[in-house]
């Protein structure tokens, strides 16, 4: 792919673009999105906020693949449903009823020249590694070499500790893929945090008292489940969730004189690692919690798509050879 032709992509399963995000930052923006399909209303709202409505369509599932544009890479932070029989049957049925599937067809009839995919670590385990089995057994069956790794946010430089797999496929099977290397960049939640909040985002006595006498039963049956409790010098935080919304109990800042707060949407933000210049006043406090426990972290996806990028330059590079001397 020449660096003056745009690379056209499309974005599954979207949410708040920051899989498209990532691409764009890793092709110098030479990328176009040409097919967006996102059906959660108020993500939509943030899309079109930082993207414009371009090409923007609703659900996957009732779009056919032949209205789907011709596109150079596939993009999909696809949610992780559990397969019916997976690994039993091996033919294109047993993908049907997951959202898997959509991703496939689209694969089968436009053929594009890579792909991403991005889902939770436990797909790695679930079904006792039969689900992601049959996930690769049918990218293989649609003539594509796949690569997967498990990455953490926190190795890039980002200050979550945020584990996700990822699956990288190539139509050309030549293609030897790497992952890239942890950048190993230090990281503390200071980074990230504002320095005057809102008071709204400090926790009630109510709250933080049932935080406390929660965290205190889950100790006495001998488990470490309950609040994680952060401060500007820590490392890193825990995962934030899409249940972010609800109580802050994973990721709650530390403040002198007073109740722990949730993180600002803009902390949130800055966790994934979006850019200071994204937007987020489209949708309500408890959405964008949403929005971004739903996202990706933007650095990794980033460094993944650089080395697609280098792959796939890399490889166009060697069949022009080819060419030239057949």
């Not at 399909?37 to 609703?58: L, V």
């Not at 039963?217 to 972010?244: D, Q, V």
């Amino acid at each position: 792919m020449k660096s003056k032709k745009k690379v056209k992509i499309i974005d599954l399963f979207a949410g708040i673009g920051g899989i498209r995000l990532g691409f764009e930052q890793a092709f110098n923006g030479n990328v176009e999105c040409v097919f967006t399909s996102e059906i959660d209303k108020y993500a939509i709202q943030t899309y079109i906020e930082n993207f414009g409505s371009d090409n923007i369509y609703g659900d996957i599932t009732q779009i056919s693949e032949k209205d789907v544009p011709d596109h150079d890479i596939l993009l999909a932070g696809f949610p992780c449903q559990p397969f019916s029989q997976a690994g039993l049957k091996k033919g294109f049925n047993d993908t049907r009823g997951t959202l898997f599937f959509d991703i496939e067809r689209i694969l089968l009839e436009k053929k594009p020249k890579a792909f991403l995919l991005e889902n939770v670590k436990q797909l790695k385990g679930h079904d006792k590694g039969n689900t992601l089995k049959v996930i690769l057994e049918h990218l293989h069956n649609a003539g594509y070499k796949t690569f997967v790794k498990v990455l953490a946010a926190k190795d890039f430089g980002v200050p979550q500790n945020r584990e996700r797999i990822y699956i990288v496929g190539f139509l050309d099977n030549s293609i030897n893929f790497e992952f890239p290397e942890p950048t190993l960049k230090e990281t503390k939640v200071g980074n990230i945090l504002e320095n005057n909040p809102d008071n709204k985002y400090t926790i009630s006595d109510k709250l933080w008292a049932g935080h406390q006498r929660r965290k205190l039963m889950h100790k006495e049956k001998g488990n470490g489940f309950g609040y994680g409790l952060f401060n500007a010098n820590s490392p890193y935080t825990n995962t934030i969730s899409a249940r972010y919304y609800k109580d802050g109990s994973e990721i709650l800042i530390e403040q002198e004189g007073k109740n722990p707060r949730k993180l600002t949407p803009r902390e949130a933000a800055r966790l994934q690692g979006f850019p200071e210049d994204y937007k987020i006043t489209a949708v309500s406090d408890n959405q964008l919690y949403k929005q971004f426990g739903n996202s990706v972290c933007v650095p990794v996806i980033e460094k993944i798509a650089e080395e697609i990028k280098k792959s796939i330059e890399i490889a166009s590079l060697h069949n022009e050879t080819l060419a030239k001397v057949q």
